[in-house]
């Protein structure tokens, strides 16, 4: 395992009635004949009136998802998956039997057939938000562990290119066990060195993107130290580089 720091991470398709993809209708525009380059075309509408898309990843051009939230109290999570002619509606209820209104998602492909979700489970009326974590294996969605710590499931999150899922602190194997990320390395204060009170360095990370075909994630965020008005203040954007393991 490696982390780097740069200063400058079965199912087929079918509806909710259990429909097979032939009989699966949705509000789907065809792209217009006479539609222009640089323009946006409508090539999918949800059958609900009260729904919306919040995340969207592309594995290939025959290979896409979107997921998003439906329902008056926007309590139920609803899929789209893509097969490079169309896009229907999943059914992922039989898949994933505890996924409920998302009140944030993810998704992130590293290639046909391995996409990962990420989703807190979130029913109208209820205080606690779970995680929900799922992987696509090309035939159906299937649940993964969370792990207990909950830091180990902050987004964002990335594939790591090895069947797994790395978060900011922690990576999910593809044997459904997690392993801790190394500490992240510290960087030079004002003084030119490494002082006491730079040593409270605190870093947060905004974004994880799997570079394409490697084992490696690249993530971007900050490292700060102080805010307590000191002249010792600091904060630094930063790109990290992360290695899984057999990468």
């Known amino acids: 395992m490696c982390l ?3 200063t400058a991470c079965g199912g087929q398709a079918r509806d909710a009635d259990g429909r097979t993809p032939s009989t699966t209708k949705s509000k789907t525009a065809s792209p217009s004949p006479s539609a222009k380059a640089g323009a946006w075309k409508v090539a999918y509408s949800s059958k609900a009136d009260n729904a919306e898309l919040r995340a969207l990843s592309v594995a290939s051009d025959r290979d896409a998802w979107a997921v998003g939230a439906a329902g008056d109290d926007w309590d139920k ?7 490079g002619r169309q896009w229907r509606d999943y059914d992922a209820a039989a898949d994933l039997p505890k996924l409920s209104g998302p009140a944030q998602v993810e998704l ?11 989703g807190t489970d ?6 606690g938000v779970d995680p929900v974590i799922a992987h696509w294996d090309g035939s159906r969605w299937e649940g993964r562990p969370t792990g207990r710590d909950q830091m180990s499931w902050s987004l964002p999150v990335a ?6 899922l790395l978060f900011p602190r922690t990576r999910l194997r593809a044997d459904g066990t997690y392993e801790s990320i190394g500490t992240m390395p510290l960087i030079l204060g004002k003084t030119g060195e490494i002082t006491d009170f730079d040593r409270a360095q605190k870093s947060a990370l905004t ?20 805010g307590g008005g000191s002249e010792l203040d600091f904060s630094h954007g930063i790109v990290v580089v992360y290695e899984a393991p057999g990468g």
């Open 77 to 83: 999570t609803f899929f789209v998956h893509y097969d």
């Open 4 to 6: 780097t720091l740069l």
């Open 122 to 127: 979130n029913p109208a009326g209820t205080r």
């Open 207 to 226: 974004d994880l993107v799997q570079v394409p075909d490697t084992h490696e994630v690249w993530g971007a965020g900050s490292i700060a130290a102080g």
């Open 159 to 164: 594939p790591d290119g090895a069947q797994g």
């Open 108 to 118: 992130a492909s590293s290639g046909p057939g391995n996409t990962w979700f990420f």
